[in-house]
């Protein structure tokens, strides 16, 4: 259960990294 949370928030993370790259260009 911890693993998956982890994993999710991981995703998040590279979900608003790939916005922020979006916004940039």
Known sequence: ????????TETELTFEQKLQSANRV
């Open 1 to 8: 259960m911890a693993d998956k949370q982890a994993h999710e």
